[in-house]
């Protein structure tokens, strides 16, 4: 079993456990129930938030405890957050509908002919007070998205957005202050 033979017994096991959790997550259908779910494996989430059918890969990583949500934070529908590093968003964060949170780069498995131009990297990703993401956005790695910051729906952001600040397009550039 190659997987076996890339990362170990006890990575695969861990996989097979966060698995079968992230399964029981899918049966939690009603927002309250998959907000006291994510929090009993370890997710702080606040007052007021509120997750719509949100869904995670890479559990086994950094997992549940790498997931940080402020108050009056809102998540869309059908986005997909990668858990292998930090994901935190501080307080009245809003995160429209099928946006992508990438944590992680890697290209495949050790020895892949790629691995040496794009190195597996990993990087948390911060959402500042009031931020707002437009729907079917993708975040990369280490990105910070400013106070206030506006990212219009379809970009593609790759860098740090500034506060207050509108960016949008692929890559995303600053557009114009805004506030």
């Not at 559990?59 to 957050?81: A, P, Q, S, V, Y």
């Not at 040496?116 to 959402?127: D, G, S």
């Not at 990369?140 to 949008?168: C, H, Q, R, W, Y």
Request: charged letters at 20%; a positive charge.
């Amino acid at each position: 079993m190659r997987v076996v033979d890339e990362i170990g017994l006890k990575k695969t096991s861990k996989f097979v456990v966060y698995s079968f959790l992230e399964i029981i997550y899918h049966f939690c259908f009603l927002p309250p129930l998959r907000k006291l779910f994510l929090i009993l494996l370890g997710a702080r989430i606040g007052k007021h938030s509120i997750l719509m059918s949100v869904k995670f890969f890479n559990w086994h990583h950094k997992g549940l405890t790498g997931f940080k949500i402020g108050n009056e934070c809102f998540i869309g529908d059908e986005t997909l957050i990668d858990l292998y590093d930090q994901v935190i968003l501080e307080d009245q964060v809003t995160i429209a509908q099928r946006v992508t949170i990438l944590t992680h780069l890697n290209v495949g498995y050790h020895g892949h002919p790629l691995q040496k131009a794009f190195p597996r990297r990993t990087q948390p990703i911060l959402f500042k007070t009031g931020s707002v993401i437009g729907a079917c956005t993708t975040i990369l790695p280490g990105v910070t998205i400013g106070e206030k910051a506006f990212v219009a729906a379809g970009s593609v952001v790759t860098k740090d957005v500034p506060a207050n600040s509108l960016v949008a397009g692929i890559p995303a550039k600053k557009i114009r202050q805004i506030g």
